[in-house]
């Protein structure tokens, strides 16, 4: 069997055209203390839980959303409006089945094998619980009929009576039996549960990232020291405040941050589109990406040891980054805050 160069799919990609016009945002997680050269591990929360290792991406699809801005003959305003219906259903939870990839990690693969076993376990649990309601509801029939028996009738069925409340008896033991087995099994599963998710026992800091599509300018970084357990009414409290008046996209990924009720109020009040990036594609949401790795670049060689002391360092980088030539940018040699002057003079 011949085997081929791998090909890649090419990849379309189109900005902005006026500064505020879209901005990306992404939430990246660091530690609360870090010492200089120490390493800074690549972690992801948009689960809803920090996962410190990133999984391995997904082979590239033939066909995504995304390739709509591969459309020459479209401008930015048309292309983002398609790319936004096509993944308009993204932003809310879909029910169905969900086909394991066969090229999935092994971690991921294991994780997921572990959920359908203990699916299987709780859809049991289900039918053991129906049968049981249904036993029980005979059983309180009888003595209800039995009650209603005269006196002479209940001697008459004595034995009868006697040999199920013994029946009933050992069953009540069993049931007691057996929910105090699936509690043993709960325990152990929340346990494992736990130390997935949480399996580094450091504290976080989450930072978001707001980085404006057409000048790559940083707007903001705000800081939370709520970390892993930072909430959708923060990142929109934030958002709130810093986002442009003029903003017509804003850029995230499917977190569940950036999935939230509150967030798609805050887009109806201030007439702007979200824009859910495609699964498994973060390179959708490349321009985020890129900054939150030039962020862990600078933090690496960096001292902090609490929220205060990030929030500061962040305020220099800040500046720094928004006053220094970008390549990626249209204009290379330009820095972002130039880059923008010269668009609104334009």
Not at 159 to 168: G, L, Q, R, S, V
Not at 243 to 272: N, V, Y
Request: charge should be positive; aromatic fraction near 8%.
């Amino acid at each position: 069997m011949f085997k081929g160069k791998k090909r890649i799919p090419e990849r379309a990609g189109r900005s902005a055209e006026q500064p505020g016009q879209a901005v990306n945002v992404d939430l990246c997680f660091v530690p609360v203390e870090h010492g200089e050269k120490d390493k800074l591990p690549a972690v992801s929360g948009s689960s809803g839980h920090l996962v410190v290792e990133r999984l391995a991406e997904e082979r590239e699809a033939a066909h995504w959303p995304g390739q709509v801005f591969g459309q020459v003959e479209l401008d930015y305003e048309e292309a983002m409006q398609s790319y936004a219906q096509q993944t308009r259903d993204r932003l809310t939870r879909q029910k169905g089945e969900f086909k394991l990839p066969e090229n999935a990690p092994t971690v991921w693969r294991q994780s997921w094998q572990a959920r359908e076993e203990r699916h299987r376990v709780l859809q049991q649990r289900r039918k053991e619980d129906e049968a049981w309601l249904i036993e029980r509801q005979a059983h309180h029939q009888l003595v209800e009929a039995y009650r209603a028996l005269t006196r002479r009738n209940r001697a008459a069925q004595a034995i009868h009576w006697e040999a199920h409340k013994a029946y009933w008896a050992k069953q009540e033991q069993q049931r007691l039996a057996v929910l105090a087995q699936r509690k043993e099994v709960n325990d152990t599963w929340h346990q494992h549960n736990r130390e997935r998710e949480h399996g580094d026992q450091r504290s976080w800091i989450a930072v978001l990232v707001l980085t404006d599509n057409c000048s790559r300018q940083c707007i903001g970084l705000p800081v939370f020291a709520s970390g892993a357990k930072i909430t959708a009414q923060e990142v929109v409290t934030a958002l709130r405040i810093l986002l442009p008046q003029e903003l017509a996209f804003l850029i995230s990924d499917q977190g569940t941050h950036f999935r939230s009720k509150l967030l798609a109020q805050l887009a109806q009040e201030a007439d702007f589109v979200q824009i859910p990036i495609y699964r498994h594609r973060p390179q959708s949401n490349g321009i985020a990406e890129r900054f939150v790795r030039t962020l862990k670049q600078w933090l690496r060689d960096q001292f902090w040891t609490g929220a205060d002391e990030l929030t500061q360092l962040l305020i220099d980088f800040r500046l720094d980054y928004n006053n220094r030539p970008h390549q990626g940018l249209p204009s290379s040699g330009l820095s972002p805050n130039e880059f923008a002057s010269r668009i609104w003079l334009m």
